[in-house]
């Protein structure tokens, strides 16, 4: 069965970490990950006890880069998609700037994002 969706952006915020996968949704497997728990990303980074939005956007950045590598920036031509309000309501408002940073910084690196918003883009900054 094919998934009309088939690449998906899943973040995972914490306090200390900012992880970022692009899972296939057709069997499940993560096609490319960016993290600040990698060695090679926090070594470049202040974050001290927490990340902020900067670190957001270098694991958008690294995961572009990544993506690029795969050949899959343009999704198999469907694009990636990232339902921004769901992930923001999954890591709480105060987590809107990193999640931003992180669909910011892919798109500003050429991968095609498709933004599944319901409600108008009320989370959407307004810039």
Not at 62 to 75: D, I, N, P, S
Request: proline share 1%; net charge positive; hydrophobic share 40%.
């Amino acid at each position: 069965m094919t998934v009309l969706k088939r690449y998906v952006l899943r973040l995972f915020i914490s306090l200390k970490y900012i992880t970022a996968n692009v899972v296939d949704r057709n069997n499940g497997r993560i096609i490319a990950t960016s993290s600040t728990v990698e060695h090679a990303i926090k070594s470049t980074l202040e974050c001290g006890r927490s990340c902020n939005a900067k670190a957001a956007a270098v694991v958008g950045e690294v995961l572009a880069m990544r993506l690029k590598v795969e050949g899959l920036e343009q999704g198999q031509g469907r694009g990636i998609h990232v339902d921004v309000n769901k992930e923001v309501e999954k890591k709480g408002f105060k987590n809107r700037t990193k999640v931003w940073a992180i669909v910011n910084a892919l798109k500003n690196n050429g991968v095609k994002l498709i933004l599944d918003d319901d409600d108008n883009g009320a989370s959407r900054p307004s810039y």
